[in-house]
């Protein structure tokens, strides 16, 4: 009988056979695990708590993508605000370049959201419901009845209340945590649309956390792919040192000359991706640690010194001269001090208020029994303050009684747009060549003040009309 072929490993998350392979660590406790946890779980507090914050009686941060008004720090950008939103991602951008030239992924091992939940929340509730490392890969063995245990049943359980949790927190960033609170207390017949929002949200979390975990890193996230240009020789990575670590030789059978790695194949077991750091820099490392904290522990047990897997770079362990200042090091901050500068030059100068004086809807002009000539104007106002304010418009160039407005002045509160309908009547004779030129001026009664050059429309002569005309103006303090 012919014996049955051992299925091999082709990637470190697929068998030779196409099936997946579950990655199934071992924890390695150690001082760079120790600071990790410190650094996750204050994230995870900023994460919960940021939603209920208020800064100029606005939240801290809130993206309302329905609306195309995002609030960051207490102040509102609407979609007109082009160059500062720009300015701020290009900044961010940049950011993530300098950080990556100069410590690696540093990123994706200490402050990723899937790394920091994925390894401190939902891995340590699975070895706890599953017994470790072992009990998780005997459910594997198991395959159906494995995931029909009740260990198993009762984990999957406790992630869908977590995955709730992170959901309801996570759409707080984007709808506001009093419109989420109605949300939570309606039933969701009042209001399907935002009830599948978050059932979708909630499965994704699920999904990703539950089945498809590191392939998040290693086929979704983009970034390992981008370390080939961002990384260069110079810049930190956690490394295996193969001048000390080479021959590998077995502790029981060491030899003279046998560099300091034993073979135990700790590295490899406690890496939450999968590789053996010891082949070199690979796209799947996300510079975890976990490597590190268990090669230090068996360092330790055989009396060698630590560090044999540590943070270095690619030039420090192939003995060449480690140099801190580097074309990359230092075109990076001048470009971020340039964006994120400007960026703030731009929001320094920004008016409180925007405004945009477009044309009535329907004809550009009407002409009245009496002979006058009627132009509707719709003056939209967006208020950028943290107050209220009251809006009051004015016309120069016309005399006094022409301007009819309904609602004079305008409350907007803060953050919200309003418009404003303003009918101008003036005889026939103001206009020249079909057209009459007017400044709108917009005061809010607290120093801020603006003033639009607007054409209004009229005859030629009577039986001819001037095309439709519609002016925007960014505001001027």
Same mark, same amino acid.
């Given at each position: 009988? %012919? ?9 470190? %998350? ?15 406790? &150690? ?21 209920? =914050? ?10 309302? =993508? ?12 609407? #979609?007109?605000?082009? @160059? ?13 370049? @300098? ?46 009845? &494995? ?18 949790? =992170?959901?309801?927190?996570?759409? +707080? ?50 970034? &390992? ?21 080479? #021959? ?23 890496? #939450?991706? !999968?590789?053996?750091?010891?082949? !070199? @820099? ?6 975890? %640690? ?6 230090? +522990?068996?360092?330790?047990?055989? &009396?060698? *010194?630590? !560090? ?43 008016? *409180? ?7 009535? @809807? ?34 120069? !160039? ?15 509160? *803060? ?63």
């Amino acid at each position: 009988m %012919t014996a049955p072929v051992a299925v091999g490993r082709v990637l470190p %998350t697929m068998n030779e056979d196409g099936s997946r392979r579950w990655i199934r660590p071992k924890l390695s406790p &150690g001082k760079f695990w120790v600071r990790r946890r410190a650094v996750a779980y204050a994230l995870m507090v900023i994460f919960f708590i940021i939603p209920y =914050l208020r800064m100029n009686g606005m939240p801290l941060v809130l993206l309302d =993508l329905p609306l195309r008004r995002f609030t960051i720090l207490g102040s509102t950008f609407f #979609p007109t605000d082009t @160059l500062l939103l720009m300015l701020l991602v290009l900044s961010i951008l940049i950011g993530i370049f @300098l950080m990556t030239a100069l410590a690696g992924r540093v990123w994706c091992g200490w402050a990723c959201p899937q790394t920091v939940y994925m390894e401190f929340v939902f891995r340590p509730i699975e070895r706890l419901f599953e017994g470790g490392r072992s009990g998780s890969m005997r459910f594997d063995r198991e395959h159906a009845r &494995g995931q029909l245990h009740p260990r198993r049943l009762a984990k999957y359980a406790v992630y869908l209340v977590l995955s709730l949790f =992170l959901a309801h927190t996570f759409l +707080a960033y984007f709808v506001g945590i009093d419109r989420l609170v109605m949300w939570v207390r309606r039933s969701p017949v009042e209001h399907p649309t935002s009830f599948l929002v978050m059932a979708f949200t909630t499965a994704a979390i699920m999904v990703d956390f539950t089945w498809f975990r590191e392939q998040t890193c290693l086929v979704a996230c983009p970034y &390992g792919r981008w370390q080939s240009v961002l990384l260069d020789r110079q810049s930190l990575i956690v490394a295996y040192d193969g001048n000390r670590g080479e #021959p590998r030789s077995r502790d029981r059978e060491r030899v003279e000359g046998a560099g300091d790695c034993i073979d135990c194949g700790a590295c490899v077991l406690t890496c #939450p991706t !999968g590789i053996d750091i010891r082949d !070199g @820099l690979q796209m799947e490392c996300i510079h975890c %640690t976990q490597c590190a904290d268990a090669c230090d +522990a068996i360092m330790s047990r055989v &009396g060698k *010194p630590p !560090g044999l897997i540590r943070y270095s770079s690619r030039a420090a362990l192939e003995g060449e001269r480690v140099r801190r200042l580097r074309p990359r090091v230092v075109l990076y901050p001048a470009a971020l001090s340039l964006a994120f500068g400007g960026f703030l030059v731009a929001l320094i100068l920004r008016t *409180p208020a925007d405004i945009t004086v477009m044309r009535g @809807l329907g004809a550009p002009f009407a002409v009245e029994a009496d002979g006058r000539v009627a132009n509707q104007l719709r003056i939209k106002i967006t208020n950028r303050d943290p107050q209220s304010h009251e809006y009051a418009v004015s016309l120069e !160039g016309v005399e006094p009684g022409a301007m009819i407005a309904p609602q004079n002045p305008i409350p907007v509160g *803060p953050g919200r747009t309003a418009i404003m309908d303003v009918f101008v009547m003036l005889p026939a004779a103001e206009f020249h060549d079909g057209e009459h030129r007017v400044t709108v001026r917009i005061a809010d009664g607290a120093g801020y003040t603006d003033a639009v050059t607007y054409r209004l429309v009229g005859p030629e002569h009577p039986d001819a009309a001037g095309p439709p005309h519609e002016s925007k103006k960014e505001p001027r303090s």
